[in-house]
DNA sequence: ACTAGGATACTTGTATGTTAGTTTATTCGT
DNA sequence: ACGAATAAACTAACATACAAGTATCCTAGT
């Protein structure tokens, strides 16, 4: 998934994705591939391979010789990709705790640190870099980065709506990772699942208030 | 991710990955985006938006300038996407169970049948066809069919592997729907994760042989 | 026989022109 | 004033041409 060569086709693929995921493209709004090109100063060729590519994960909808335009999001398909993901990441941080060594524990100290940092610095967008990171060290221990990458196109759609609640509450959070890393430590399997699931839960409390700031966002 | 219209990029994505599948093109093989235009009949263009998409899907690796290679068979991710859906498919057969009609085990019923058909035609290809639409039927009554779509990106990789031991057990595998449909009647949890394990284990019988037969498609 | 260097033939990436289908605006008939 | 037919404008799909990097082969020199 990764080792993308920075070509053009590349670098309009993340600065699109970065305008939906910021809102800067809003769900339901009509684009067109010249708008973007002009926008990007980049050609018609790798910007359309870079639609295309997003029209098949699921952020744009495209009618032929019609329209495209910005995915709203599917909260079907946003719970959908709670579940699998509090499914496995159950499992995969239990199978961490039996495989997690001193050096690992030293990194994760250090991303947990540097979380902090952003927090305080109220610096959203690298906090939650780093909230991935942290969470995709995990998958790394377990011997199951593939599972992580794969992940990644159910994370576009939770994404979507955590980068809506600007107000995100970041001691928690940083909380939370404190004491799962606590519980790995301990090899405490019931603890780290009640902890996972309840952090992956952390959403859920914005849902109401989001679908009534932005109504026509969603699906 | 359905809905494709029939264009000639979709027309373009479907046959070069049966290709693919069938081994037409055989694993770690060199390419070119001209060789398939001539192949199939079809401009540069569409070809070129296909098999960019079969890279992303791990089907195809490219590079630039160089030269576009069939993937080998990952056997890591191979694994991995079985814990994945074995993880998955063990929690939807259960949901399922809660929520099956006598509609749908009808529909099963037709499902199954169908399949020995062409079990005893021995027409392998069709055979696979509704063995994925057995368990597809599960999604789907489990108000889960976004999460089987994402996971047909795992599949990929799942399928190469079967479609290599073409002496697939048939009968074995009818027989385990059959056992799955009736323990999912009767809400058998217990039953239902035990037979969904075992069911998605059966590939493991090929492997060695596989290994053997085949040592340079795998990485 | 062997190596260094360069021409040449490939490859994919990018730009631009053309086609076919859709939407919108306009015109014409009533 | 209104509705239907029609023309114009716009869109994404597709074709073609060019650019830029890569691999291969051939030759010159030793």
Not at 4 to 33: C, H, R, V, W
Not at 185 to 203: F, G, N, R, W
């Amino acid at each position: 998934m990764a080792a993308n060569t920075i070509n053009f086709q590349n670098q309009a693929y993340d600065t699109i994705k970065e305008m939906i995921l910021k809102t800067e493209l809003i769900p339901g709004e009509k684009i067109s591939e010249k708008e973007l090109e002009e926008k990007l100063t980049i050609g018609r060729s790798p910007v359309r391979v870079a639609i295309i590519r997003l029209q098949k994960e699921g952020l744009f909808h495209v009618i032929p010789q019609s329209g495209t335009y910005v995915s709203k999001i599917n909260l079907q398909q946003v719970n959908e990709a709670k579940f699998v993901r509090e499914t496995i990441e159950k499992l995969i941080f239990v199978e961490a705790s039996e495989l997690i060594n001193e050096k690992d524990l030293a990194e994760l100290d250090k991303i947990i640190k540097l979380q902090k940092v952003y927090a305080e610095a109220e610096d959203h967008s690298n906090f939650l870099v780093y909230d991935e990171a942290f969470h995709e060290f995990f998958y790394t221990i377990a011997n199951k980065r593939n599972v992580w990458d794969w992940m990644q196109l159910l994370n576009l759609q939770l994404n979507r709506f955590r980068m809506l609640s600007l107000d995100v509450n970041w001691g928690k959070i940083i909380r939370q990772h404190e004491e799962i890393v606590q519980a790995v430590k301990v090899k405490d399997k019931q603890q780290i699942e009640a902890l996972i699931s309840k952090h992956l839960h952390l959403v859920d409390e914005n849902t109401e208030r989001l679908l009534k700031a932005y109504p026509n966002y969603f699906l």
